[in-house]
């Protein structure tokens, strides 16, 4: 039988899962309210005013330079990977793989016959690899946040890489991490971590480099499908649609949280109510001779996205299954990671004080069990 935890030490709201992530309240009555524009046209307004909320909001949110745009399309990140792949890398790329997602991206990019062989710069979970300028490269690729472990990289062009362009998965961490975007060429994530949407998207915020760089590949009569073609979606996206139908659900959770994040303060508020949970949590685990935060360098340590390793005498499968059951969810450790892990995601939409009340629940049950 799970072990009851007092009431009085549960979270206001238990979702602490890093994606899909805890959706507002509020965001669901926004859907409820607009439910009529579920089931109608994308090539019409108003799923194209959705469109252009979403675009006008991102851009102020992450404070894009002059001559920026803000792209998307269906697939989420895993589509932009291959869609990068065909349109962005012109011969040679080079990743800081410090995790499965990095990984991934490395991956499409050497297995493509077009390609030179790929350069990964690779680090253990729990550390970070950085980009490092090379010769025959002309690609530049790492995250900024790495979901499956709980690094986080800064943002950064490598020095004398000039003429590279730099590509960077903001897909945890946008929204809630300062960035630089005139350090990158291409910040691309998906809706369902900070922004509190379904999966199934990409958006992607793109310098002048990056348009003209797919422009000159698709044109060079390398064979890109029109699903992957980034200037098709560009296309598309300057006319406040996608080119294939979206998830109109999707698109109003999206907006809406946009909107929300910018009404509390923009991307200096929401860093700071993240960092706000991080130092909660690593604080608590820092005092606690069984948890160890996983990542080791604090400067390493994901605000938005916090990895804790539990003590081998801890059963940590039991710990989640008494959490579940009192209605604490998605604290597990990425699966393939295999680790005795608490992976908690303290995105801004999750209250500090649910992060501090989730650590006493933990409490709890290991001085129970």
């Not at 039988?1 to 007092?6: D, E, N, Q, S, V």
């Not at 291959?82 to 050497?110: I, M, N, P, Y």
């Not at 010769?135 to 950064?156: I, K, Q, R």
């Not at 604090?298 to 003590?311: F, K, M, N, Q």
Request: aromatic share 8%; proline share 7%; hydrophobic share 45%.
């Amino acid at each position: 039988m799970p072990l009851t935890i007092p009431p009085h030490l549960l979270p206001t709201d238990g979702r602490f899962g890093s994606g899909p992530s805890k959706v507002r309240p509020g965001q669901v009555d926004h859907l409820v309210a607009n439910a009529h524009v579920l089931g109608t046209s994308h090539r019409r307004a108003p799923v194209k005013d959705l469109v252009h909320r979403i675009r006008e909001g991102v851009t102020e949110l992450l404070g894009a330079p002059d001559g920026y745009e803000v792209a998307l399309g269906n697939g989420g990140a895993t589509a932009f990977w291959d869609l990068a792949t065909l349109c962005l890398v012109e011969r040679r790329a080079q990743h800081a793989a410090f995790g499965e997602f990095g990984g991934k991206f490395a991956a499409a990019t050497s297995r493509a016959p077009f390609l030179e062989p790929s350069q990964v710069i690779a680090a253990e979970p729990g550390t970070v690899a950085y980009l490092e300028t090379a010769e025959g490269v002309d690609t530049y690729a790492t995250p900024h946040n790495e979901t499956s472990t709980g690094a986080v990289a800064p943002v950064l062009r490598p020095a004398g890489s000039d003429g590279a362009i730099v590509l960077t998965d903001g897909t945890s961490g946008a929204g809630a991490l300062p960035v630089d975007l005139s350090q990158t060429d291409a910040y691309y994530f998906a809706p369902q971590k900070v922004f509190a949407a379904d999966g199934g998207l990409w958006l992607a915020v793109l310098s002048p480099a990056a348009v003209e760089r797919a422009a000159r590949i698709e044109g060079s009569g390398r064979w890109v499908p029109e699903f992957l073609s980034l200037t098709t979606a560009l296309e598309n996206s300057r006319q406040d649609q996608t080119l294939n139908t979206p998830a109109v659900a999707t698109l109003l959770l999206l907006a809406d949280q946009v909107e929300w994040l910018l009404d509390q303060g923009g991307l200096e508020w929401s860093t700071k109510r993240s960092a706000a949970s991080a130092e909660i949590l690593y604080s608590w685990a820092r005092a606690r001779e069984w948890a160890t935060p996983f990542v080791a360098r604090p400067e390493e340590r994901s605000p938005v996205v916090g990895t804790i390793d539990l003590a081998a005498e801890i059963d940590v499968d039991r710990v989640l299954a008494d959490l579940r059951a009192n209605g604490v969810q998605d604290v597990f450790a990425y699966r393939k990671l295999g680790r005795n892990q608490l992976r908690v995601g303290m995105y801004p939409a999750v209250d500090p004080d649910d992060v501090a009340a989730l650590t006493a629940c933990v409490d709890y049950l290991v001085e129970t069990a």
